[in-house]
């Protein structure tokens, strides 16, 4: 893509109005645009590393065994009285449907999911234990969260992947729900901050004794962790105590304190939807049993906020490779005519190669903004065309964590860019 044609522009002074990090560095960056409190729209670029992440969770869900639905956002009001929740949960948003009754804005789908199955689940040969009955969705959810203040990491409109699975037997519903564990580790190393990510105990409410939280260490989480390193597990603050340490098998003196965000969760909901609305399945005998289920999110707009707040730098955002907006910035520098020639030619074998490249074309704008532009978008590498880089043999590259960048011929670069390692 070219820069000179994209719409956003990159601007110098952060939003008056802001006082998170990701936001601030998002909106800069012309990545997102702020409409309220807590609601943001997604530009361009914001967009496709959205997609990109998106993208992955899909891919893992699908491996998993997961099947896709899109569901609806305006929910009937007789589900959420069904389980209770139209009067007890606080954060949802109650709308007029313009003909004199209440609709929910679905802060989560279980009141959704749970009636469709209805129709189609009856019998435990529904319910195969070698193939789980898994749906998920990704889409938008509404939350009247007080006061957000932290930008992208809790908004009262955002962007969940969630996923509810249904069982015949607790054997069935643990096995899977195990290897959700495996499926979300891998989730997020492959987003780029497994590193960060520790698989953490939590309390599981009224219904089940633990819950699991995937929490990402950062100074500005909202949330405190006990992380054991060794094996690789925390536990939340709020449920931290010496009987539940010793359940988990876990020394309070190996432990650190750190502060953390919640960029996922896994749940055992045992009947708790599926009683109220009467979901269940006939075994053998013709004995009628409550489904099983258990439901595994993912906030994508938290988790794009996530990766901000732990990765950037002074100078802007820098993106893990796998949900950078663009592979290579390519930025053709100086006026040099048979240089910005050079950079036109090689921004179209770039592409050729299947490439993804945003090329900063603009002839009215000096080398020193290009730069600062770059560092700001935070693509995994620059590579910079002028007359001074095609004298010493081609274009100059380096990645975004890097100083010092190296002088190579196209072949180079294009081998570079297509190796994803
Ligand atoms: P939290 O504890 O942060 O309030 P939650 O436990 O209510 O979240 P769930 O309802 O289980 O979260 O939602 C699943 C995932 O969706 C969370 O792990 C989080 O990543 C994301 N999420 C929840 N609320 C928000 C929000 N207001 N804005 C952005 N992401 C959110
Ligand atoms: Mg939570």
């Not at 409410?205 to 909202?222: A, L, P, W």
């Not at 906020?305 to 732990?310: A, I, K, M, Q, R």
């Not at 100078?315 to 907006?325: H, V």
């Amino acid at each position: 893509m070219r820069q000179s044609i994209l719409f956003t522009k990159t601007k110098k002074e952060s939003p008056a109005d802001e006082v998170s990090r990701n936001a601030e560095l998002l909106i800069r960056a012309g990545f997102i645009h702020k409409e309220l409190a807590g609601v943001y729209s997604f530009l361009p670029l914001g967009l496709r590393v959205l997609k990109k992440i998106e993208n992955i969770i899909r891919e893992e869900m699908n491996k998993a065994g997961g099947q896709e639905v899109l569901l609806s956002s305006m929910q009937p009001k007789e589900n959420w009285e069904k389980t209770g929740r139209w009067e007890t949960l606080d954060i949802l948003y109650k709308v007029s449907d313009g003909e004199g009754r209440e609709v929910a804005l679905g802060p989560t789908h279980e009141e959704i999911i749970v009636p469709i199955l209805k129709n189609y689940l009856s019998s435990y040969k529904d319910l195969p234990k070698d193939n789980p009955l898994a749906l998920y969705q990704i889409q938008n959810k509404f939350r009247m969260e007080l006061r957000p203040k932290s930008g992208i990491l809790r908004g009262r409109e955002f962007i969940m992947k969630d996923m509810y699975s249904f069982h015949a037997s607790k054997e069935d519903f643990e096995e899977f729900y195990e290897k959700m564990k495996a499926v979300y580790k891998n989730i997020f190393a492959r987003v780029g901050i497994g590193h960060l990510t520790y698989l953490t105990f939590a309390s599981g409410g009224t219904f089940s004794k633990y819950s699991h939280e995937f929490q990402t260490i950062t100074s500005v989480g909202e949330d405190t962790i006990y992380v054991d390193e060794e094996k690789g597990v925390a536990v939340n603050k709020e449920v931290m105590n010496d009987e539940i340490l010793s359940q988990l098998g876990l020394k309070k003196e190996k432990l650190v304190e750190h502060k953390s965000i919640e960029v996922g969760n896994i749940f055992d909901l045992k009947s708790k939807y599926s009683k109220p609305f009467d979901l269940f399945f006939t075994d053998e005998k013709e004995e009628k049993h409550n489904v099983l289920m258990g439901c595994y999110g993912i906030g994508l707009s938290r988790l794009l906020g996530t990766v901000v707040e732990v990765m950037s730098d002074d100078k802007g955002l820098i993106w893990p490779p796998a949900i950078a907006p663009f592979r290579a910035h390519l930025l053709s520098v100086g006026k040099d005519a048979g240089a910005r020639k050079e950079a036109q030619h090689i921004y179209e074998n770039l592409l050729k190669n299947n490439i993804e490249v945003l090329f900063d074309d603009r002839e009215e704008v000096s080398a020193g903004e290009k730069f600062a532009d770059s560092d700001l978008l935070g693509i995994s590498y620059r590579a910079v065309v002028s007359a001074r880089s095609i004298k010493e043999g081609g274009i100059e590259v380096k990645k975004r964590t890097e100083e010092k960048a190296t002088i190579i011929p196209l072949e180079e670069l294009i081998k570079l860019l297509k190796d994803k390692s």
